[in-house]
T-cell receptor, first 112, second 113 residues
């Protein structure tokens, strides 16, 4: 079993839809949870950075962490064609090397 | 603020040849990371530096990969000799200190023929 599981997609939605992206994990030591957006042939760009459980909102993006279920989500409201990219979740523990463990990424396509 | 710089952006080599990648982190960032991203997968950490010391190189194939960060600023990752399975994007990231958010460069896309 991988430490972090993420559905690779692709996920196609119409413009304006609410998008839900998810990751599950097995390591209960993870305390930091990140979402990155990666456009084709570009490096990952940090979208959200959260610590422990709860919600965090930034513009059209909301990150949720449910540590009891070992489940994290990223919601994108009013999705735009420019949101078309691969979304990577990443996690790390709060001690040791703080090494990031990434999911495989979910490819999202927002149709105009 | 300038981001993480990497060069070259693309490299094509034959198997058994050697190749080197360069990374310049965000100014003032003490921690530097090298990741390997194979097509369709998430990035995998190869090595992490804190200033010029190695913190974690547990997933670095040390028989062929080496990395250094001599003055605690920029870094070089080398592969010698390259294998077909080394074809991937090599990403460099940096963070202010260990545990803070990591910011990525554009990556170097390596193709081994």
């Amino acid at each position: 079993q991988k430490e972090v599981e993420q559905d690779p997609g692709p996920l196609s939605v119409p413009e304006g839809a609410i998008v839900s992206l998810n990751c599950t994990y097995s390591n209960s030591a993870f305390q930091y949870f990140m979402w990155y957006r990666q456009y084709s042939r570009k490096g990952p760009e940090l979208l959200m950075y959260t610590y422990s459980s709860g919600n965090k909102e930034d513009g059209r993006f909301t990150a949720q962490v449910d540590k009891s279920s070992k489940y994290i989500s990223l919601f994108i409201r009013d999705s735009q064609p420019s949101d078309s990219a691969t979304y990577l979740c990443a996690m790390s523990a709060s001690s040791g090397t703080y090494k990031y463990i990434f999911g495989t990424g979910t490819r999202l396509k927002v149709l105009a | 603020e300038a981001g993480v710089a990497q060069s070259p952006r693309y490299k094509i080599i034959e198997k058994r040849q050697s190749v080197a990648f360069w990374c310049n982190p965000i100014s003032g960032h003490a921690t530097l990371y090298w990741y390997q991203q194979i097509l369709g997968q998430g990035p995998k950490l190869l090595i992490q530096f804190q200033n010029n010391g190695v913190v974690d190189d547990s997933q670095l194939p040390k028989d062929r990969f080496s990395a250094e960060r001599l003055k605690g600023v920029d870094s070089t990752l080398k592969i010698q000799p390259a294998k077909l399975e080394d074809s991937a994007v090599y990403l460099c990231a940096s963070s202010l200190v260990e545990g803070n958010e990591q910011f990525f460069g554009p990556g170097t896309r390596l193709t081994v023929l």
